[in-house]
């Protein structure tokens, strides 16, 4: 798909300072929000959205909004996405004025619930017809939570990736290597909750901070915008002399980025260096060198900042979109179809065949979808056709480097056998 | 038949192969190989059993062919073992000389030895070898015994080599539940090593790259002591699964390609050319590009020593291995290997060969044999070792 894509409000807005959004969605969301520093936030207008009326009370958000209909009775979603979807359509004007005059939305949410899984793909659609670029800050429930709940937050991602630029997903389970055995519930929420608002203050940085090497809203719209993909993001940060190989390691060993190997299939890498004012360039250039042959295929755009305060500290924040998700919104279906194709030339585990059967169909489907109304139409993903282990399939992986080598090599260094 | 008090066995579980190795010690401590047993294993992966009874099988079936072949009872044996959870690393031990002539004793030396051994693993893994490098008396190094010297530091390197030790007690478990009990277990890179080196190798500094079929265990020699190890988790296996995979063969078919037409690199000859499978009636099933086949066996055995070369980079030892590389295993066996790894490891690569043992010449060219002999000479090292401790009890040997 083509990176460059023409953005006239993105143009215009390089000139004047960004307004940004961020908007909290849900139990989870409004209290993620509450956590954001208010000072360090300061330029930001922050929404707190939800249907619970306690937990608005208890927020500290600019705006609130309660989305409260005689459906409801005043008892909230009760965990059932559809009824939050059902609700924040009738109510959709609203958050499309919430949205308005906003060049950004950040989302957060906690999927798995109601109000966050049903609100915030709808919300999405709103801030996008505004002409704002959205991304998404989502948790994923624990697996304890049990079925629907995983159920209810795939679903709900699934929309999100399609409709949001970019949504930057946390499974909590991953946190768990994060934690050791003693940790209380308490604070692995907190834990959770503390990683996502990293990837805000990432962002926010990115947006507001001028750097040494800055990184252009542009650059950030073109790496998000129309990808629709989830994105991983970790956020590492080390003190010393040998901090800049530290930092590699450790982000190489982030249960985040999947021990390195989101880096190596992804596409798109968004890095951004902040250090104090000893930071040399040697150490942003070992960094980089780094970045560069771990995401052989990446688009890499980088970043650094210097902060006074971070004396003696270098921290690096990685967002990394992984290929693959190229699923459209209606407008783009034939970008969709053509960004399959290439995928198809190189022979390379064939993710999608589009036939002329199916292309009808989908075409036909999205003229249907698009008579109902403001309703945004979804397109559904195909599966992809997964490298298949063969005999390693059921054993323990061998990765190094973030690589796994059970799969075969000329598949990983993707040599065509014609 | 043999004494049986002399006799000492190597086994060695492998991925693809399972191979006993029937040796007896002669009066002066050499090694004669009288037997061997081997059977296809199965029930293996990636060097470490995950059928425990089709695996027993075949190492009863491996046992009693060397039994028979040698006429001797196995009672016990040295047995070989590798996995990805093995690590190698190099560790210090400190002691400082407290006696007021400061002459180094034998208690000094046994006490830093403890120290060096006295690591911090973690609680699942056990230590297989800890191997004595050099001393250092005052912070003067290489010194081979301290004993009778002055000095009021005394520090010894050591190489140790740990694994986790259920993982490692699988096979042990295996072994014992057919009545034989085991001597002791040992790194198949280490026993590989002991088969194909002479000590001037060990001393001007060499590679030794075992292949297998489920993991690639090196092993570094240099000063003439064991300074680096390691296991990668990538094998023949590897090699048949990615043909099977790009050729779109069943594995079973893959092998045999490999076997049959692999090469390591790709042969200008083949381009263009291809095979035609026969189905079980002979009929033609389907064609083979061998440029393919050759190409993508290149690569991943390329990967396998870029991976290897990484890591004797990171640790620093490209520039001390004079001797240069020596091959074996069963991938040793895939041709032109040898030119291969020479610009990837830009080192001299050459196929190992057994020595300094006698008896069954057959056995001791073929390379897939060199780790079940290097058990059996780790065994009669051992024994060696303890049978003349008794008149001199500070003998330096290889590995300790």
């Given at each position: 798909m083509n990176d460059k894509i023409e953005f006239p409000a993105a143009e215009v807005a390089a000139n004047r300072s960004r307004t940004i959004k961020i908007i909290g969605?849900?139990?989870?969301?409004?209290?993620?929000?509450?956590?954001?520093?208010?000072?360090?936030?300061?330029?930001?207008?922050?929404?707190?959205?939800?249907?619970?009326?306690?937990?608005?009370?208890?927020?500290?958000?600019?705006?609130?909004?309660?989305?409260?209909?005689?459906?409801?009775?005043?008892?909230?979603?009760?965990?059932?996405?559809?009824?939050?979807?059902?609700?924040?359509?009738?109510?959709?004007?609203?958050?499309?004025?919430?949205?308005?005059?906003?060049?950004?939305?950040?989302?957060?949410?906690?999927?798995?619930?109601?109000?966050?899984?049903?609100?915030?793909?709808?919300?999405?659609?709103?801030?996008?017809?505004?002409?704002?670029?959205?991304?998404?800050?989502?948790?994923?429930?624990?697996?304890?939570?049990?079925?629907?709940?995983?159920?209810?937050?795939?679903?709900?991602?699934?929309?999100?990736?399609?409709?949001?630029?970019?949504?930057?997903?946390?499974?909590?389970?991953?946190?768990?290597?994060?934690?050791?055995?003693?940790?209380?519930?308490?604070?692995?929420?907190?834990?959770?909750?503390?990683?996502?608002?990293?990837?805000?203050?990432?962002?926010?940085?990115?947006?507001?901070?001028?750097?040494?090497?800055?990184?252009?809203?542009?650059?950030?719209?073109?790496?998000?915008?129309?990808?629709?993909?989830?994105?991983?993001?970790?956020?590492?940060?080390?003190?010393?002399?040998?901090?800049?190989?530290?930092?590699?390691?450790?982000?190489?060993?982030h249960p985040l980025l999947d021990e390195g190997r989101a880096l190596a299939e992804s596409d798109a890498v968004l890095v951004s260096l902040m250090g104090g004012t000893d930071l040399t360039m040697a150490e942003v250039n070992r960094v980089m060198e780094q970045f560069t042959r771990h995401c052989e295929h990446a688009q890499i755009i980088m970043g650094a900042a210097v902060d006074a305060a971070m004396k003696n500290r270098l921290s690096v924040t990685v967002i990394a979109s992984r290929r693959g998700s190229v699923a459209a919104p209606a407008g783009h279906l034939t970008s969709a179809v053509d960004a399959a194709a290439p995928a198809d030339a190189r022979g390379h585990s064939s993710p999608v065949a589009i036939n002329l059967n199916q292309r009808e169909q989908l075409i036909t489907r999205h003229a249907s979808r698009s008579r109902k109304g403001p309703r945004k139409p979804v397109q559904e993903q195909l599966p992809l056709a997964i490298v298949s282990k063969g005999r390693f399939d059921k054993s323990e992986p061998t990765v190094h480097k973030g690589e796994d080598l059970d799969i075969p090599t000329f598949v990983r260094r993707g040599v065509a056998l014609n | 038949m043999s004494d049986e008090a002399n006799i000492i066995v190597g086994l060695e579980i492998g991925t693809s192969k399972i191979c006993a190795v029937v040796g007896e010690q002669n009066g002066d401590g050499t090694l004669n190989l009288v037997g061997l047993g081997q059977s296809p294993a199965r029930g293996m992966r990636k060097g470490e059993i995950v059928d425990v009874a089709q695996a027993e099988e075949c190492v009863r079936n491996a046992i009693v062919e060397a039994e028979q072949m040698a006429d001797v009872e196995i009672r016990s044996v040295y047995l070989g073992v590798t996995g990805a959870h093995i690590r190698g690393f190099n560790n210090r031990g400190v002691h400082p000389v407290v006696s007021a002539d400061r002459e180094i004793s034998e208690d000094d030396v046994q006490d830093v030895v403890k120290n060096a051994k006295a690591i911090n693993l973690p609680a699942e893994n056990t230590v297989i070898h800890a191997v004595r490098q050099h001393f250092l008396v005052d912070g003067h190094d290489g010194i081979a015994n301290p004993v009778g010297m002055f000095g009021a530091r005394l520090e010894v390197d050591m190489h140790v080599v740990h694994g986790n030790t259920n993982r490692l007690q699988n096979s042990v478990r295996l072994v014992k539940g057919l009545q034989l009990e085991v001597e002791e277990i040992v790194f198949n890179g280490l026993a590989s090593s002991l088969a194909l080196l002479t000590s001037d190798q060990k001393e001007l500094g060499a590679l030794v790259i075992d292949i297998g079929g489920g993991t690639t265990d090196y092993v570094v020699y240099y000063d003439g002591v064991i300074k680096h190890t390691g296991v990668l988790a990538v094998g023949g296996?590897?090699?048949?699964?990615?043909?099977?995979?790009?050729?779109?063969?069943?594995?079973?078919?893959?092998?045999?390609?490999?076997?049959?037409?692999?090469?390591?690199?790709?042969?200008?000859?083949?381009?263009?050319?291809?095979?035609?499978?026969?189905?079980?009636?002979?009929?033609?099933?389907?064609?083979?590009?061998?440029?393919?086949?050759?190409?993508?066996?290149?690569?991943?055995?390329?990967?396998?020593?870029?991976?290897?070369?990484?890591?004797?980079?990171q640790a620093g030892f490209t520039d001390y291995l004079g001797a240069g590389v020596f091959l074996c295993g069963g991938g040793a066996r895939v041709p032109n290997i040898a030119r291969l790894a020479e610009p990837v490891l830009q080192l001299p690569v050459s196929l190992g060969q057994t020595n300094s043992i006698s008896g069954l010449k057959s056995a001791l060219d073929q390379p897939e044999f060199v780790t079940a002999i290097g058990l059996a000479k780790f065994g009669s090292l051992k024994t060696r070792k303890r049978k003349k401790s008794a008149w001199w009890p500070h003998l330096p040997l290889p590995w300790k």
């Amino acid at each position: 798909m083509n990176d460059k894509i023409e953005f006239p409000a993105a143009e215009v807005a390089a000139n004047r300072s960004r307004t940004i959004k961020i908007i909290g969605v849900g139990g989870a969301g409004v209290s993620l929000l509450n956590t954001l520093d208010a000072d360090e936030f300061a330029g930001a207008s922050r929404v707190a959205i939800n249907t619970d009326a306690a937990s608005l009370a208890a927020s500290t958000a600019t705006v609130k909004i309660h989305l409260e209909t005689k459906l409801l009775r005043g008892l909230g979603t009760g965990g059932d996405p559809e009824r939050g979807k059902a609700i924040a359509e009738e109510q959709f004007s609203t958050l499309k004025n919430a949205c308005a005059d906003a060049d950004v939305v950040l989302i957060l949410a906690g999927l798995g619930g109601g109000a966050g899984s049903g609100i915030s793909p709808v919300l999405a659609g709103a801030a996008r017809e505004t002409g704002a670029l959205v991304l998404a800050f989502v948790t994923l429930p624990f697996l304890c939570e049990g079925n629907r709940r995983q159920q209810q937050a795939g679903q709900s991602l699934d929309q999100l990736k399609t409709i949001a630029d970019g949504v930057i997903c946390l499974p909590s389970q991953k946190a768990f290597k994060l934690i050791d055995e003693n940790t209380s519930v308490l604070d692995t929420f907190r834990l959770t909750g503390g990683l996502l608002v990293e990837g805000v203050r990432g962002v926010w940085r990115l947006l507001t901070r001028p750097g040494l090497i800055q990184i252009h809203f542009d650059d950030l719209c073109a790496l998000v915008r129309h990808r629709h993909s989830e994105s991983s993001f970790a956020f590492v940060e080390a003190a010393g002399a040998g901090r800049s190989r530290e930092i590699v390691e450790k982000l190489l060993a982030h249960p985040l980025l999947d021990e390195g190997r989101a880096l190596a299939e992804s596409d798109a890498v968004l890095v951004s260096l902040m250090g104090g004012t000893d930071l040399t360039m040697a150490e942003v250039n070992r960094v980089m060198e780094q970045f560069t042959r771990h995401c052989e295929h990446a688009q890499i755009i980088m970043g650094a900042a210097v902060d006074a305060a971070m004396k003696n500290r270098l921290s690096v924040t990685v967002i990394a979109s992984r290929r693959g998700s190229v699923a459209a919104p209606a407008g783009h279906l034939t970008s969709a179809v053509d960004a399959a194709a290439p995928a198809d030339a190189r022979g390379h585990s064939s993710p999608v065949a589009i036939n002329l059967n199916q292309r009808e169909q989908l075409i036909t489907r999205h003229a249907s979808r698009s008579r109902k109304g403001p309703r945004k139409p979804v397109q559904e993903q195909l599966p992809l056709a997964i490298v298949s282990k063969g005999r390693f399939d059921k054993s323990e992986p061998t990765v190094h480097k973030g690589e796994d080598l059970d799969i075969p090599t000329f598949v990983r260094r993707g040599v065509a056998l014609n | 038949m043999s004494d049986e008090a002399n006799i000492i066995v190597g086994l060695e579980i492998g991925t693809s192969k399972i191979c006993a190795v029937v040796g007896e010690q002669n009066g002066d401590g050499t090694l004669n190989l009288v037997g061997l047993g081997q059977s296809p294993a199965r029930g293996m992966r990636k060097g470490e059993i995950v059928d425990v009874a089709q695996a027993e099988e075949c190492v009863r079936n491996a046992i009693v062919e060397a039994e028979q072949m040698a006429d001797v009872e196995i009672r016990s044996v040295y047995l070989g073992v590798t996995g990805a959870h093995i690590r190698g690393f190099n560790n210090r031990g400190v002691h400082p000389v407290v006696s007021a002539d400061r002459e180094i004793s034998e208690d000094d030396v046994q006490d830093v030895v403890k120290n060096a051994k006295a690591i911090n693993l973690p609680a699942e893994n056990t230590v297989i070898h800890a191997v004595r490098q050099h001393f250092l008396v005052d912070g003067h190094d290489g010194i081979a015994n301290p004993v009778g010297m002055f000095g009021a530091r005394l520090e010894v390197d050591m190489h140790v080599v740990h694994g986790n030790t259920n993982r490692l007690q699988n096979s042990v478990r295996l072994v014992k539940g057919l009545q034989l009990e085991v001597e002791e277990i040992v790194f198949n890179g280490l026993a590989s090593s002991l088969a194909l080196l002479t000590s001037d190798q060990k001393e001007l500094g060499a590679l030794v790259i075992d292949i297998g079929g489920g993991t690639t265990d090196y092993v570094v020699y240099y000063d003439g002591v064991i300074k680096h190890t390691g296991v990668l988790a990538v094998g023949g296996d590897h090699v048949s699964n990615d043909l099977g995979h790009g050729l779109k063969v069943p594995l079973s078919r893959a092998e045999k390609l490999k076997v049959e037409h692999g090469s390591a690199v790709v042969d200008e000859a083949v381009k263009g050319q291809a095979v035609t499978i026969l189905n079980d009636l002979g009929l033609p099933l389907r064609t083979v590009n061998l440029e393919h086949l050759q190409r993508i066996m290149a690569l991943r055995l390329e990967e396998i020593f870029q991976i290897v070369s990484a890591d004797l980079e990171q640790a620093g030892f490209t520039d001390y291995l004079g001797a240069g590389v020596f091959l074996c295993g069963g991938g040793a066996r895939v041709p032109n290997i040898a030119r291969l790894a020479e610009p990837v490891l830009q080192l001299p690569v050459s196929l190992g060969q057994t020595n300094s043992i006698s008896g069954l010449k057959s056995a001791l060219d073929q390379p897939e044999f060199v780790t079940a002999i290097g058990l059996a000479k780790f065994g009669s090292l051992k024994t060696r070792k303890r049978k003349k401790s008794a008149w001199w009890p500070h003998l330096p040997l290889p590995w300790k």
